[in-house]
């Protein structure tokens, strides 16, 4: 399993940004999609978006709004987030597919809490 460490989380104010980073313990060149899922309370974790090769891929939700984005070099995944709304309010996961298989070979991080409130 792959190490995630992420950051960039907090408190911010609707209509304001927010950059996640997802930094991964071995190198992600081969990797066939890193990206982010989020959870809100009592409910399943839902899709985000993820960088695939060779595409960048969004829920309807966040499309136009947030951008996904992976610094090979750096070994990170990043979710740049614009215009928040309070119901982008959520843990957000990121997380590692190797090969593209999918289930028990997906790597994920601890989540980082994203609180959008005036």
């Known amino acids: 399993q792959v190490q995630l460490v992420e950051s960039g989380g907090g408190l911010v104010q609707p209509g304001g940004s927010l950059r996640l980073s997802c930094v991964a313990s071995?190198?992600?060149?081969?990797?066939?999609?890193m990206g982010w899922y989020r959870q809100f309370p009592g409910k399943e974790r839902e899709f985000v978006a993820v960088a695939a090769k060779p595409t960048l891929n969004y829920a309807e939700s966040v499309k136009g709004r947030f951008t996904v984005s992976r610094d090979n070099a750096k070994r990170t995944v990043y979710l740049e987030m614009k215009n928040l709304k309070p119901e982008d309010t959520a843990v957000y996961f990121c997380?590692?597919?190797?090969?593209?298989?999918?289930?028990?070979?997906?790597?994920w991080g601890q989540g980082t809490q994203v609180t959008v409130s005036s």
């Open positions: 997380y590692v597919d190797p090969k593209g298989f999918g289930g028990k070979t997906i790597s």
């Open positions: 071995e190198s992600t060149s081969s990797m066939f999609a």
